[in-house]
């Protein structure tokens, strides 16, 4: 059924379609409306049987999910920001100890200064927690990727983030496709631990490992993450199926074939980008655009194989490594080696400064040589507290 | 199977030989169908306090669950002389996630099991003074407030004795560890800081809060077995002696647990709902100056001069504990 919605509120009647029996709930900004949603679902008992725990941190909230996971119940839970930050250690943990909990990421910058807007520094700052992190361009695409998501992690037994732009999409109102129950149903089965707490059969989880076993340890996690490369088309096509629309792909091409020019984003601003492509082609220039959807593992060939040799890439970092560049550069560069494609990063919405068409439409028109650029950097302010502290350019 | 008659003998204590009760008062430990929940080659150290106090708890929570039980524990000495991979000592199931998270793991357990319709399977975590005092405190608290069906078990040897006898939050005042070091006119730990946990899980008003050492292993064997007839957030605080950490013999671990009670210094109680409902009284009282002898970690106080005005505030500390849990004389 199509319905208008709030992305958090789509996401949460999603995830409550996926059957979790322990959510719990840590509130901050942008993704507390979906765990209010979900607190209303399960209090309503539309939601059961379902544990749903108010915690006192993040930390807590991860953790709760892992001891939930390891005895055998499906976990959900919800953060941003800081939160993510908060519970970083918990989600190694979690990814060490191979335990599928999902969790929505309502991406927002990381203080300070504080700031509660939209970028991706936040689960950029997790991209080696082992953390499957899958990035929605649409609200109906990060409702379906909690579906997909809870499939792939227990399929491969490890744990999936699904990141989705806070307030661009959390909180924006757009009409949304809702999975029906049976068909969430058909689609994902109960969840079936690996290993799991059980008095009938004593393990121990958590054991310490030395030097002798930490790198195959580590290995196999990698091997894991690579197998979701063959896997998430696997579980798309069967999505297609079910639901009767396409499912979430590793990545997303729109008018690349031709392209001398290819924007390559992740999440939200791509619709800006697809627009600007319309725009640009309608003036006859040869531009397209690559959405990565799967950030971790990266795509690595199904990115080489979206692009073409020679196309000029423009990669769109709403997140950035301070002191370094990119984020997501290094690993398209990667992608495309051999096939010199020359690259330019261009930095832009942190902290939830729009992505403006004009900008881009600016900065396409006539790209710098410099390999890294801020899309819409007030240099007045930037000459002005270099010339106060007297600081060097 | 019939229970073999186990000689048991509690020497230098008041309590009765086991051979002359009946089998109903028999210790979980005598028992020849006891669990080994913590079964022997771990790699404790000799006279280790809390390897003691970790069996006797989940033996006696295994009997008490009729062997339905998970246990959770955080990291520090239990789990890394329990579990180096690829060795386990755990006959039960058992799971570690990280240092101050174990009563939020714990939690997530109980929950999943409520929600499995499994809730007949129990939950205790343990933790040392660190992982309960200091760093997981916030996740005890929380678990405490949630009532959450857990009981939590803090096996206190008043320091971080894993990374080399570090001051806690349980640390009593003068001690030396690695970080109060005996330098300068206050050696040692500093007095008017520190925590008293088991008064602050008090104040959370949970169904259940005990404290035990291992000189009384059958005060222990209660408490657990009080603990798991009951549902909600349970706190339990056994005071284990280190004898790495504190400089006390290996064979001297039960002698220096029970001179912390008998001395006031450790006072043993339980409360319900925020409420003292007993106290283990003090028999022979003894001065804190027994205690403290006994132990490297205050030799300063006895050598090169004898520090009378630093044992006399620990004397102090001793005779509020009695005064404030009635342990001498007291309604019993």
Known sequence: ?393 | MTTRPVAFYQVGTFAVGNRLLGAEADTVQADAERTNSITSGHRACQGCGEALGARYVLDAAMRATEGSMVAVNATGCLEVFSTPYPESSWRVPWLHSLFGNAPAVAAGVAAALKVKGRAEVRVVGQAGDGGAVDIGFGCLSGMFERNDDVLFVCYDNQGYMNTGVQRSGATPPAARTATTPVVGDAPGNVFGQGKSAPLIAMAHEIPYVATATVADLRDLEAKVTRAMAMRGARYLHVLVPCPLGWGTAACDTIRVARLATESGFFPVFEAEHGEVVAVSPIRRQVPVVDYLRLQARFAHLFSPTVREDVIAAMQARADRNIRRFGLIGGEQ
């Open chain 1, 1 to 393: 059924m199509r319905r208008q919605l709030e992305g958090s509120r789509a996401v949460a009647l999603t995830v409550a379609r996926c059957r979790p029996e322990v959510v719990c709930a840590y509130p901050i900004s942008p993704q507390t409306h979906i765990v209010e949603a979900l607190a209303e679902l399960v209090r309503s008992g539309e939601l059961t049987p379902c544990e749903y725990l108010n915690v006192e941190s993040e930390f807590a909230a991860m953790s709760v999910a892992i001891g939930a996971s390891a005895a055998g119940a499906r976990a959900y839970t919800a953060t941003a920001s800081q939160g993510l930050l908060f519970m970083a250690e918990a989600l190694y943990n979690a990814s060490g100890l191979g335990l599928p909990i999902v969790m929505t990421v309502a991406n927002r910058a990381i203080g300070a200064p504080i700031n509660i807007w939209n970028d991706h520094s936040d689960a950029m700052s997790q991209r080696d927690s082992g953390w499957i992190q899958l990035y929605a361009q649409s609200n109906q695409e990060a409702a379906d990727l909690h579906i997909l998501g809870f499939r792939l992690a227990e399929q491969l037994s490890t744990p999936v983030m699904v990141c989705m732009d806070g307030f661009v999409l959390t909180h924006a109102v757009e009409e949304v496709e809702l999975a029906e129950p049976s068909q969430v149903d058909a689609y994902l089965p109960p969840y079936q631990p690996r290993q799991v707490l059980d008095p009938a059969h004593p393990v121990s989880i958590g054991a310490m490992v030395g030097p002798e076993a930490f790198l195959e340890v580590r290995y196999l996690a990698h091997r894991t993450q690579l197998r979701a490369l063959e896997v998430i088309p696997a579980l798309a096509a069967e999505f297609g199926e079910v639901f009767g629309r396409p499912g979430p792909s590793l990545v997303s091409p729109y008018r690349t074939e031709d392209a001398d020019l290819v924007v390559v984003a992740l999440g939200s601003v791509l619709g800006t980008v697809q627009d600007l492509v319309d725009e640009l082609r309608a003036d006859g220039v040869r531009i397209g655009a690559l959405g990565i959807t799967a950030f971790r593992p990266f795509p690595v060939a199904a990115v080489r194989a979206a692009l073409s040799y020679g196309q000029r890439l423009v990669v769109l970092e709403r997140a950035f490594s301070v002191g370094g560049g990119g984020i997501v550069t290094p690993d398209v560069n990667a992608a495309v080696s051999g096939m010199d494609c020359p690259l330019t990063t261009v930095v832009a919405g942190l902290g939830g400064r729009p992505v403006t068409r004009a900008s881009l439409r600016r900065l396409l028109a006539d790209l710098p040589t410099d390999p890294l650029v801020f899309l819409d950097l007030d240099e007045a302010v930037v000459a002005r507290e270099l010339a106060r502290t007297g600081g060097v350019s």
